[in-house]
């Protein structure tokens, strides 16, 4: 371990050091002066897949597949913004069906990716009946995306000029039943934490990132949305079947953990909107029609984006008019979110700032690794990340008893 | 062609500084500066038209190091990309950080996969190999060039 100039602080507490379904796994180093947070060292590496350098090594085909694994639960982002690049290199015009299956796509990952965030941060917070809650809503999401597209994760849907697989007609009703079942179980939890006294308690005012914070780090996706910043690449930068229907962005104005929970939820109606009309505009188009011949590629560049359920997912990618990438740089949403958590956890408690962290998704999905709390001068064990997980438990616990 | 208003602003504070513009399309250009104009027209772009800085690409090709530091306004889905070649013998260039603090990571990570120097950067150690790969190597570059 590395030691820092902050040797006045007495406590230096490790997050991570990593979640391997992310692109970028970090270790985040709180000094604390008792349980406030007095500064953060951010380290990283530990997983680096060198995916930028392998997708040099791939034809343009087999990149859709190394990209769809940079993030297992935004598998779909990646290859959108992808395509959206190389189309744009190629002046390539997609079919309308292929624009509304690959939306349809992307809002199904959106609403799953969401459920999956408010269950962590249900638990973070010691609801876990929100957790197990969340997390029940989303399986049909998953067993939806098994029947259209045979993976309940990397669905392998996208290739240049459209689409892989056809949404055929006969699974649009069933499609039409989950999502009806879905917007009632979704109404429920929101309902369920927009009113809970508690969880206003424990995050409202706390994780604070204002306009100017997002604008500084240039954080993406609900992470500024719920700062008032109103960028959504899908509104922004129309792509896919987006332009074709109506929808909005969802904003709030708390700048706070709430206001980001808040900003998820209703953007998951938000996304069954999206989809339902999707579904009517596969009706109109005619089955099969789901890609367009592209010959080649040719010499040049190109800047593709799309909007992941974390933000702007941003692909730059430079071609020589071989079936290669020569030059494929990948940003990833939660690179620059994740940088926010220096201003929103700074001056916070121990116990909030797990929540603060987990505010931004920073693709928190399959491990939750805390290391272990030492003692800065005798390099002794104080908590783990059980304990800090109870410390945050116990401050709901205790403000639960007060109301 | 597409006119694009902040392409015109630009080409008029910064004409002696250009070397080269393209317009893709009405939502995509590419502004070739000088190296030494960089940070007086990311100032520009960031703080006068209010863009938002998405993110900067490096790579190595034949004519030296290329940055292209992208810039969108979301207003109306326009991404500019700033594009600076760098000397394949000394590649450095100043630093971005003193104007926003997005541009901290990706500039300690262009300088690790490429070794390009990023002047006035407040710390450029290594950020995605953790030391992992020995001084000097740059896995990026293409020596065969």
């Known amino acids: ?403 | 062609m597409a006119l694009i208003k902040e392409i015109e602003s630009i080409n008029k504070n910064f004409r002696e500084e250009i070397i080269e513009t393209e317009i893709k399309s009405a939502k995509r250009a590419t502004v070739t500066i000088n190296k030494d104009a960089l940070t007086r027209a990311a100032d520009y772009l960031f703080n006068k038209l209010k863009l938002r800085f998405i993110i900067a690409s490096a790579l190595h090709t034949k004519r030296g190091f290329e940055i292209y530091y992208h810039f969108s306004n979301d207003l109306t889905g326009l991404v500019i990309n700033l594009h600076v070649i760098l000397p394949k013998e000394k590649p450095e260039i100043k630093t971005l950080t003193s104007l926003f603090e997005a541009a901290n990571w990706i500039e300690r990570e262009m300088h690790e996969i490429l070794g390009i120097n990023f002047i006035g950067h407040p710390n450029l150690e290594k950020l995605i190999s953790e030391g992992n790969w020995a001084k000097g190597v740059y896995p990026y570059r293409h020596e065969d060039l």
Not at chain 1, 353 to 365: E, K, M, R
């Open chain 1, 1 to 403: 371990m590395r030691t820092y100039k902050a040797k006045k602080m007495s406590k230096i507490i490790p997050i991570g050091p990593y979640h391997p379904l992310q692109e970028e796994p970090e270790l985040f180093k709180l000094y604390c002066d008792g349980e406030v947070v007095k500064d953060i060292k951010w380290e990283t590496g530990y997983n680096h897949r060198g995916i930028e350098k392998l997708s040099e090594s791939k034809t343009f085909d087999q990149v859709f597949f190394l990209v769809e694994r940079i993030c297992g639960i935004c598998s779909t982002s990646h290859p959108f913004a992808f395509a959206n690049c190389m189309e744009e290199i190629g002046n390539i015009e997609i079919p309308d069906r292929a624009k509304y299956i690959r939306s349809i796509i992307g809002e199904l990952e959106r609403i799953h990716s969401h459920l999956l965030w408010v269950g962590l941060a249900g638990h973070f917070l010691g609801y876990n009946t929100v957790f197990m809650w969340a997390w029940k809503y989303r399986e049909p999401i998953l067993d939806l995306f098994e029947i259209i597209t045979g993976n309940r994760n990397s669905y392998a849907m996208f290739k240049i000029g459209g689409v892989r697989r056809d949404i055929e007609g006969n699974k649009i009703p069933l499609i039409k039943k989950i999502m009806d079942s879905f917007r009632k179980k979704n109404n429920l939890l929101i309902g369920a934490v927009m009113d809970d006294p508690v969880i206003h308690a424990r995050t409202k005012g706390v994780g604070i990132l204002t306009k100017e914070d997002i604008i500084n780090f240039g954080a993406v996706g609900p992470t500024a949305r719920a700062s008032d910043v109103a960028i959504d690449v899908r509104k922004d930068d129309p792509y896919a079947a987006y332009p074709l229907i109506n929808w909005k962005v969802i904003t709030a104005k708390g700048c706070d953990v709430f206001a980001k929970a808040e900003v998820r939820l209703l953007e998951m109606d938000e996304s069954i909107n999206i989809i339902e009309q999707c579904l009517e505009g596969l009706k109109k188009t005619k089955e099969g029609d789901i890609a367009a011949k592209v010959k080649e590629i040719p010499e040049g560049y190109g800047t593709g984006h799309a909007e992941a359920p974390r933000g702007e997912v941003f692909h730059f990618v430079k071609t020589n008019g071989s079936s290669y990438p020569e030059r494929h740089k990948v940003r990833a949403p939660s690179y620059v979110n994740i940088a926010t958590f220096k201003k929103s956890c700074v001056g916070q408690t121990i116990s909030d700032a797990t929540i603060s962290l987990a505010a931004v998704d920073p693709c928190y999905c399959c491990t939750e690794r805390m290391a272990y709390a030492y003692d800065y001068t005798t390099g002794k064990k104080i908590l783990n990340g059980e304990d800090i997980l109870k410390l945050s438990h116990k401050k709901t616990q205790e403000i639960r008893q007060k109301l």
